[in-house]
Protein backbone atom coordinates (compact mmCIF):
# COMPACT_ATOMS: atom_id res chain seq x y z
CA UNK A 1 0.00 0.00 0.00
CA UNK A 2 1.49 3.42 -0.94
CA UNK A 3 1.26 6.21 1.71
CA UNK A 4 -1.20 7.94 -0.89
CA UNK A 5 -2.98 6.92 -3.13
CA UNK A 6 -5.32 9.47 -5.34
CA UNK A 7 -7.94 7.73 -7.27
CA UNK A 8 -9.98 9.66 -10.38
CA UNK A 9 -9.78 12.71 -8.32
CA UNK A 10 -12.06 15.69 -10.08
CA UNK A 11 -12.10 19.25 -8.66
CA UNK A 12 -14.76 21.21 -10.01
CA UNK A 13 -15.47 24.98 -9.45
CA UNK A 14 -19.24 26.30 -10.17
CA UNK A 15 -19.32 28.87 -12.55
CA UNK A 16 -22.28 31.57 -11.60
CA UNK A 17 -23.96 33.56 -13.84
CA UNK A 18 -27.19 36.31 -13.70
CA UNK A 19 -29.58 37.55 -12.00
CA UNK A 20 -30.65 34.67 -9.90
CA UNK A 21 -26.61 33.67 -9.22
CA UNK A 22 -27.52 30.08 -11.09
CA UNK A 23 -24.65 27.74 -11.78
CA UNK A 24 -24.50 27.22 -15.17
CA UNK A 25 -21.30 25.69 -16.04
CA UNK A 26 -18.09 24.90 -14.21
CA UNK A 27 -14.02 25.46 -13.92
CA UNK A 28 -12.51 21.20 -14.23
CA UNK A 29 -9.70 22.51 -12.39
CA UNK A 30 -8.91 18.72 -11.84
CA UNK A 31 -10.51 16.57 -13.81
CA UNK A 32 -10.13 12.66 -13.06
CA UNK A 33 -6.59 12.06 -11.92
CA UNK A 34 -5.13 8.97 -10.14
CA UNK A 35 -1.37 8.75 -9.22
CA UNK A 36 -0.08 7.11 -5.69
CA UNK A 37 2.75 8.44 -3.15
CA UNK A 38 5.42 6.31 -1.77
CA UNK A 39 6.52 6.92 2.02
CA UNK A 40 9.71 8.77 1.97
CA UNK A 41 9.83 9.49 -1.55
CA UNK A 42 9.11 13.13 -3.47
CA UNK A 43 7.13 13.16 -6.16
CA UNK A 44 7.00 15.77 -8.76
CA UNK A 45 3.24 17.49 -10.35
CA UNK A 46 4.46 19.78 -12.68
CA UNK A 47 2.98 21.67 -15.53
CA UNK A 48 1.93 24.95 -16.90
CA UNK A 49 0.15 27.81 -14.53
CA UNK A 50 -3.71 26.93 -14.54
CA UNK A 51 -3.37 22.82 -15.17
CA UNK A 52 -4.66 22.22 -11.34
CA UNK A 53 -1.70 21.26 -9.52
CA UNK A 54 -2.47 24.01 -6.46
CA UNK A 55 -6.24 22.58 -6.56
CA UNK A 56 -5.00 18.54 -6.38
CA UNK A 57 -2.32 20.06 -3.72
CA UNK A 58 -4.91 21.93 -1.87
CA UNK A 59 -7.57 19.01 -2.20
CA UNK A 60 -4.74 16.34 -0.49
CA UNK A 61 -3.96 18.90 2.43
CA UNK A 62 -8.13 18.68 3.17
CA UNK A 63 -8.34 22.71 1.89
CA UNK A 64 -10.40 21.80 -0.54
CA UNK A 65 -13.76 20.26 -1.11
CA UNK A 66 -13.70 17.54 -3.84
CA UNK A 67 -16.22 16.83 -6.32
CA UNK A 68 -15.27 13.11 -6.75
CA UNK A 69 -13.16 10.73 -6.50
CA UNK A 70 -10.83 9.04 -3.54
CA UNK A 71 -7.27 10.27 -1.91
CA UNK A 72 -6.65 7.38 0.31
CA UNK A 73 -4.25 8.24 2.97
CA UNK A 74 -2.49 4.94 4.89
CA UNK A 75 -5.72 3.06 2.98
CA UNK A 76 -8.26 5.24 4.60
CA UNK A 77 -10.17 8.37 2.54
CA UNK A 78 -9.32 11.65 3.52
CA UNK A 79 -12.03 13.47 1.70
CA UNK A 80 -14.29 12.65 4.26
CA UNK A 81 -13.66 15.34 6.63
CA UNK A 82 -14.33 12.61 9.98
CA UNK A 83 -11.56 10.27 8.64
CA UNK A 84 -9.02 13.17 8.93
CA UNK A 85 -10.07 13.88 12.29
CA UNK A 86 -8.96 10.42 12.87
CA UNK A 87 -5.99 9.86 11.32
CA UNK A 88 -4.70 12.96 12.75
CA UNK A 89 -3.92 13.86 9.41
CA UNK A 90 -4.03 17.82 9.56
CA UNK A 91 -0.48 16.69 11.97
CA UNK A 92 0.74 14.20 9.75
CA UNK A 93 0.30 16.31 6.31
CA UNK A 94 1.75 19.96 6.17
CA UNK A 95 2.43 22.46 3.44
CA UNK A 96 4.78 24.71 2.31
CA UNK A 97 4.04 27.49 -0.21
CA UNK A 98 5.55 29.56 -2.85
CA UNK A 99 4.88 32.72 -1.16
CA UNK A 100 6.90 33.05 2.05
CA UNK A 101 6.19 36.67 3.05
CA UNK A 102 2.23 36.09 3.03
CA UNK A 103 2.51 32.89 4.46
CA UNK A 104 4.41 33.76 7.61
CA UNK A 105 2.37 36.25 9.81
CA UNK A 106 4.27 39.66 9.14
CA UNK A 107 3.01 40.77 13.19
CA UNK A 108 4.49 37.29 14.82
CA UNK A 109 8.25 36.71 15.56
CA UNK A 110 9.95 33.70 14.31
CA UNK A 111 9.45 31.71 17.90
CA UNK A 112 5.90 32.26 17.74
CA UNK A 113 5.42 31.01 14.21
CA UNK A 114 7.44 28.13 14.44
CA UNK A 115 5.87 26.85 17.90
CA UNK A 116 2.24 27.48 16.35
CA UNK A 117 2.02 24.07 15.34
CA UNK A 118 3.81 22.87 18.26
CA UNK A 119 0.98 24.74 20.46
CA UNK A 120 -2.38 22.99 18.16
CA UNK A 121 -1.04 19.45 18.43
CA UNK A 122 1.41 19.16 21.33
CA UNK A 123 1.30 20.28 24.80
CA UNK A 124 5.44 21.34 25.55
CA UNK A 125 6.71 22.92 28.53
CA UNK A 126 7.94 26.70 27.56
CA UNK A 127 11.50 25.49 27.66
CA UNK A 128 11.09 21.94 26.08
CA UNK A 129 9.15 24.78 23.58
CA UNK A 130 12.14 26.98 23.33
CA UNK A 131 14.74 24.02 22.74
CA UNK A 132 12.21 22.53 19.97
CA UNK A 133 12.21 25.99 18.20
CA UNK A 134 15.89 26.41 18.36
CA UNK A 135 16.28 22.74 17.20
CA UNK A 136 14.36 23.34 13.92
CA UNK A 137 16.10 26.55 13.38
CA UNK A 138 19.42 25.09 13.70
CA UNK A 139 18.37 22.47 11.04
CA UNK A 140 17.42 24.59 8.28
CA UNK A 141 20.68 26.54 9.36
CA UNK A 142 19.39 29.85 10.74
CA UNK A 143 20.80 31.09 14.49
CA UNK A 144 19.29 31.33 17.41
CA UNK A 145 19.05 35.21 17.47
CA UNK A 146 16.03 34.78 14.62
CA UNK A 147 13.66 33.89 17.32
CA UNK A 148 12.49 37.28 18.33
CA UNK A 149 12.95 38.49 14.82
CA UNK A 150 9.95 39.12 12.09
CA UNK A 151 9.65 37.75 8.64
CA UNK A 152 10.47 41.15 7.05
CA UNK A 153 13.62 40.94 8.70
CA UNK A 154 15.03 38.05 6.29
CA UNK A 155 15.76 37.49 2.85
CA UNK A 156 13.18 35.29 0.66
CA UNK A 157 15.29 32.56 0.75
CA UNK A 158 15.98 32.19 4.59
CA UNK A 159 12.05 33.01 5.17
CA UNK A 160 11.32 29.78 2.87
CA UNK A 161 13.63 28.33 5.03
CA UNK A 162 11.16 29.47 8.24
CA UNK A 163 8.90 28.05 6.14
CA UNK A 164 10.31 24.72 5.80
CA UNK A 165 11.08 24.73 9.86
CA UNK A 166 7.49 25.30 10.53
CA UNK A 167 6.15 22.55 8.52
CA UNK A 168 8.20 19.91 9.93
CA UNK A 169 7.50 21.00 13.38
CA UNK A 170 4.70 18.45 13.76
CA UNK A 171 7.09 15.59 12.36
CA UNK A 172 4.48 15.10 9.44
CA UNK A 173 4.78 12.27 7.47
CA UNK A 174 3.79 14.30 4.07
CA UNK A 175 4.93 17.77 2.94
CA UNK A 176 2.73 19.58 0.14
CA UNK A 177 5.49 22.00 -1.23
CA UNK A 178 3.59 24.31 -3.77
CA UNK A 179 6.55 25.93 -5.86
CA UNK A 180 8.28 26.28 -2.45
CA UNK A 181 11.72 28.16 -4.51
CA UNK A 182 9.70 29.58 -7.60
CA UNK A 183 9.90 32.82 -5.99
CA UNK A 184 14.25 32.53 -5.52
CA UNK A 185 17.16 33.45 -7.23
CA UNK A 186 18.83 30.49 -8.32
CA UNK A 187 21.74 30.24 -6.27
CA UNK A 188 19.43 30.62 -3.35
CA UNK A 189 16.72 27.96 -4.24
CA UNK A 190 19.86 25.05 -4.35
CA UNK A 191 20.42 26.15 -0.84
CA UNK A 192 16.42 25.06 0.10
CA UNK A 193 16.22 22.34 -1.75
CA UNK A 194 19.34 20.90 -0.01
CA UNK A 195 17.59 21.85 3.31
CA UNK A 196 14.89 19.94 2.26
CA UNK A 197 16.61 17.19 0.71
CA UNK A 198 18.60 16.62 4.32
CA UNK A 199 14.96 17.12 6.53
CA UNK A 200 14.14 14.07 4.14
CA UNK A 201 16.77 12.21 5.09
CA UNK A 202 16.25 12.66 9.06
CA UNK A 203 12.60 12.69 9.17
CA UNK A 204 11.22 10.16 6.51
CA UNK A 205 9.09 12.54 5.38
CA UNK A 206 7.37 12.14 1.87
CA UNK A 207 7.03 15.54 -0.50
CA UNK A 208 4.25 16.01 -2.92
CA UNK A 209 6.51 18.65 -5.21
CA UNK A 210 4.57 20.84 -7.08
CA UNK A 211 6.48 23.09 -9.62
CA UNK A 212 5.53 24.54 -13.38
CA UNK A 213 9.46 24.17 -14.08
CA UNK A 214 10.89 20.58 -14.97
CA UNK A 215 14.49 22.23 -14.44
CA UNK A 216 13.66 22.45 -10.40
CA UNK A 217 12.03 18.61 -10.31
CA UNK A 218 15.26 17.14 -11.49
CA UNK A 219 17.02 17.39 -8.56
CA UNK A 220 14.49 16.91 -6.84
CA UNK A 221 11.73 13.86 -7.62
CA UNK A 222 12.30 10.00 -8.22
CA UNK A 223 8.39 10.38 -9.67
CA UNK A 224 6.44 12.98 -12.09
CA UNK A 225 3.52 13.34 -13.32
CA UNK A 226 3.07 16.05 -15.85
CA UNK A 227 -0.78 17.63 -15.59
CA UNK A 228 -2.22 19.69 -18.59
CA UNK A 229 -5.76 21.18 -18.44
CA UNK A 230 -6.51 19.81 -15.16
CA UNK A 231 -5.63 15.98 -16.34
CA UNK A 232 -2.34 13.57 -16.29
CA UNK A 233 -0.71 13.70 -19.97
CA UNK A 234 2.54 11.50 -18.73
CA UNK A 235 3.36 9.81 -15.81
CA UNK A 236 7.17 7.93 -15.03
CA UNK A 237 10.19 7.75 -13.39
CA UNK A 238 12.91 10.52 -13.73
CA UNK A 239 14.29 8.50 -16.37
CA UNK A 240 11.38 7.93 -18.13
CA UNK A 241 10.34 11.56 -18.45
CA UNK A 242 13.84 13.56 -19.19
CA UNK A 243 14.97 10.72 -21.38
CA UNK A 244 12.57 9.34 -23.07
CA UNK A 245 9.50 12.16 -22.87
CA UNK A 246 6.75 10.81 -25.06
CA UNK A 247 3.83 13.49 -24.79
CA UNK A 248 4.32 17.01 -26.55
CA UNK A 249 2.72 18.67 -23.53
CA UNK A 250 6.06 17.19 -21.84
CA UNK A 251 8.76 17.87 -24.85
CA UNK A 252 7.54 21.49 -24.52
CA UNK A 253 8.44 22.11 -20.60
CA UNK A 254 11.87 19.97 -21.11
CA UNK A 255 12.21 22.57 -24.24
CA UNK A 256 11.44 25.47 -22.05
CA UNK A 257 14.33 24.81 -19.09
CA UNK A 258 17.18 27.32 -20.18
CA UNK A 259 20.25 25.78 -21.47
CA UNK A 260 23.11 27.09 -18.94
CA UNK A 261 25.70 26.20 -21.91
CA UNK A 262 26.22 29.16 -24.27
CA UNK A 263 27.81 26.96 -27.32
CA UNK A 264 24.48 24.99 -27.08
CA UNK A 265 22.25 27.69 -26.58
CA UNK A 266 21.53 28.40 -30.43
CA UNK A 267 20.94 24.16 -31.18
CA UNK A 268 18.44 24.70 -28.11
CA UNK A 269 16.38 27.26 -29.34
CA UNK A 270 16.10 25.08 -32.78
CA UNK A 271 14.94 22.45 -31.02
CA UNK A 272 12.40 24.63 -28.31
CA UNK A 273 10.86 26.18 -31.72
CA UNK A 274 10.37 22.60 -33.38
CA UNK A 275 8.28 21.45 -30.32
CA UNK A 276 6.43 24.16 -30.28
CA UNK A 277 5.58 23.74 -34.05
CA UNK A 278 4.70 20.38 -33.69
CA UNK A 279 2.67 21.74 -30.52
CA UNK A 280 0.98 23.97 -32.70
CA UNK A 281 0.13 21.76 -35.73
CA UNK A 282 -0.80 18.66 -34.36
CA UNK A 283 -3.41 19.58 -31.66
CA UNK A 284 -5.37 16.35 -32.89
CA UNK A 285 -2.80 14.08 -32.42
CA UNK A 286 -2.30 14.50 -29.14
CA UNK A 287 -5.80 15.94 -27.52
CA UNK A 288 -8.93 14.51 -28.03
CA UNK A 289 -12.00 16.33 -30.67
CA UNK A 290 -12.70 18.74 -27.32
CA UNK A 291 -9.25 19.09 -26.63
CA UNK A 292 -8.57 17.33 -24.17
CA UNK A 293 -6.41 14.74 -22.81
CA UNK A 294 -6.58 10.83 -24.10
CA UNK A 295 -6.73 8.51 -21.04
CA UNK A 296 -3.63 7.38 -19.92
CA UNK A 297 -2.06 4.12 -21.61
CA UNK A 298 0.88 2.16 -19.78
CA UNK A 299 3.77 1.93 -22.07
CA UNK A 300 6.05 0.06 -19.59
CA UNK A 301 6.06 -0.73 -16.06
CA UNK A 302 6.47 2.79 -14.55
CA UNK A 303 5.86 4.63 -18.03
CA UNK A 304 2.66 6.43 -19.07
CA UNK A 305 1.38 8.98 -21.50
CA UNK A 306 -2.39 9.92 -22.88
CA UNK A 307 -2.04 9.04 -26.13
CA UNK A 308 -4.86 6.68 -28.22
CA UNK A 309 -2.69 3.38 -27.28
CA UNK A 310 -1.36 2.77 -31.10
CA UNK A 311 0.39 5.94 -30.99
CA UNK A 312 1.59 5.11 -27.37
CA UNK A 313 3.18 2.36 -28.39
CA UNK A 314 4.62 3.23 -31.60
CA UNK A 315 5.91 6.31 -30.19
CA UNK A 316 7.27 4.38 -27.20
CA UNK A 317 9.13 1.54 -29.26
CA UNK A 318 10.50 4.18 -31.40
CA UNK A 319 12.31 5.43 -27.99
CA UNK A 320 13.60 2.00 -27.22
CA UNK A 321 11.45 1.31 -24.41
CA UNK A 322 10.41 -1.98 -23.10
CA UNK A 323 6.42 -2.48 -23.88
CA UNK A 324 3.50 -3.10 -20.68
N1 LIG B 1 -11.54 28.87 -5.97
C1 LIG B 1 -11.61 28.81 -7.30
N2 LIG B 1 -12.76 29.10 -7.95
C2 LIG B 1 -12.86 29.02 -9.29
N3 LIG B 1 -11.83 28.64 -10.11
C3 LIG B 1 -10.66 28.33 -9.53
C4 LIG B 1 -10.49 28.40 -8.10
N4 LIG B 1 -9.20 28.03 -7.81
C5 LIG B 1 -8.62 27.74 -9.00
N5 LIG B 1 -9.49 27.93 -10.02
C6 LIG B 1 -9.23 27.68 -11.46
O1 LIG B 1 -8.84 26.32 -11.59
C7 LIG B 1 -7.81 26.19 -12.56
C8 LIG B 1 -6.60 25.50 -11.93
O2 LIG B 1 -6.04 26.39 -10.96
P1 LIG B 1 -4.77 26.00 -10.06
O3 LIG B 1 -4.45 27.14 -9.17
O4 LIG B 1 -5.02 24.67 -9.44
O5 LIG B 1 -3.64 25.82 -11.19
P2 LIG B 1 -2.06 25.76 -11.01
O6 LIG B 1 -1.59 24.76 -12.00
O7 LIG B 1 -1.70 25.55 -9.60
O8 LIG B 1 -1.63 27.21 -11.48
P3 LIG B 1 -0.66 28.26 -10.72
O9 LIG B 1 0.69 27.65 -10.77
O10 LIG B 1 -0.81 29.51 -11.54
O11 LIG B 1 -1.23 28.38 -9.33
C9 LIG B 1 -7.54 27.57 -13.10
O12 LIG B 1 -8.29 27.74 -14.28
C10 LIG B 1 -8.06 28.48 -11.99
O13 LIG B 1 -8.47 29.71 -12.51
Redesign the pocket.
Known amino acids: MSLVEIKDLK?H???RTGFWNRITDS????DGITFNIEAGETYGLV????????????SVVGL?KVTSGSIMYKGVDITKKANRTKLDYNQDVQMIF?DSLSSLNPRKRIEDIIAEPLRNFEHLSKDDEKLRVLQLLDIVGLDADALYKYPHQFSGGQRQRIGVARAVATNPKLIIA??PV?ALDLSVQAQVLNFMKKIQREFGISYLF?S?DLGVVRHMCNNIAI?NR?RLVEIGTREDIYNHPLHIYTKRLLAAIPETNVNQRAAHRASRLAVEKIYQEQQSKYYDENGEAFPLIQVSPTHAVALPENIAKQLASQEGEVQA
Open positions: VYPIVRAVGESGSGKSTTGKEQDESIHMG
